[in-house]
């Protein structure tokens, strides 16, 4: 009871619920977040550190430039208390520097969870996904066999809705609109435990956007269809 009371303490301010709002669906750093809102560096800081203490947030520094570091929604903090803001997108994208892990993970997930095309693409695609990738794939039930590597100039359209899911990814993709999942390289690691973290991180927050992102057309989740068409593999653009 003491800890939620903290949370809603939390975000009983506007500016500290329009940070949590901003980091619903994205993960961002600091400076950006703090101009992209209009709130004075000092001040900003003031209300993520009370953020922070109620357990809400967490920072973490930058994969790829060390010399960032992004905030993040703290898994599970504020379930049931998030809005879904709606988007619509004709497809998601998931992007990572090599292909060859998270976002593969991630293009699995969401095929089980929304009625939206999904694929996945790297920066650097590596030639083979990952076999830890596909181990802990096949433990919670996804298959990652058939699924294979791809450059994402050979996927990308205009309309897609882009989600980075490692900093690196993040980092080169220009102006591009996207949104951005600060997830540790569980590849880096190398370990069954680093890969069932990031595998834990990915299905929270694939569990967070995929009600909030609908087809070009349909204005809400009501008017979506009762089940899932069937998927193709994990890399599949449809």
């Known amino acids: 009871m003491a800890a939620r009371a903290r949370v809603h303490a939390a975000l009983g301010d506007p500016a500290r619920l329009s940070i949590v709002d901003r980091l619903a669906l994205s993960d961002a750093s600091p400076g950006e977040l703090g101009q992209e809102l209009g709130l004075p560096t000092n001040l900003f800081a003031h209300h993520v550190k009370i953020l922070h203490e109620a357990g809400v947030v967490e920072r973490g520094r930058s994969e790829g430039d060390r010399r960032r570091t992004y905030l993040r929604l703290l898994p599970g903090s504020l379930d049931g208390l998030l809005p879904t803001p709606l988007r619509q ?8 520097t090599h292909n060859s892990a998270r976002s593969q993970l991630a293009a699995a997930l969401w095929q089980q969870r929304s009625h939206v095309p999904v694929t996945s693409a790297g920066t650097v695609p590596a030639q ?55 997830i540790p390289d569980p590849v880096s690691a190398g370990t069954d435990a680093a890969f069932e973290r990031a595998f834990t991180d990915i299905t929270s927050r694939v569990d967070r956007l995929a009600p909030a992102v609908c087809p070009p057309g349909v204005s809400h989740a009501r008017d979506l269809p009762t089940h899932r068409p069937e998927r193709g593999p994990a890399n599949s653009p449809c």
């Open 128 to 182: 083979r996904i990952n076999p830890r990738a596909a181990e802990v794939a096949r433990r919670h039930g996804l298959n990652l066999d058939t699924a294979t590597t791809t450059h994402l100039r050979d996927v990308l359209q205009p309309d897609d809705l882009v989600v980075a899911v490692c900093d690196s990814a993040h980092e080169q993709l220009g102006d591009r609109e996207r949104l951005h999942w600060s």
């Open 89 to 96: 997108a004709p497809r998601v994208v998931f992007v990572c």
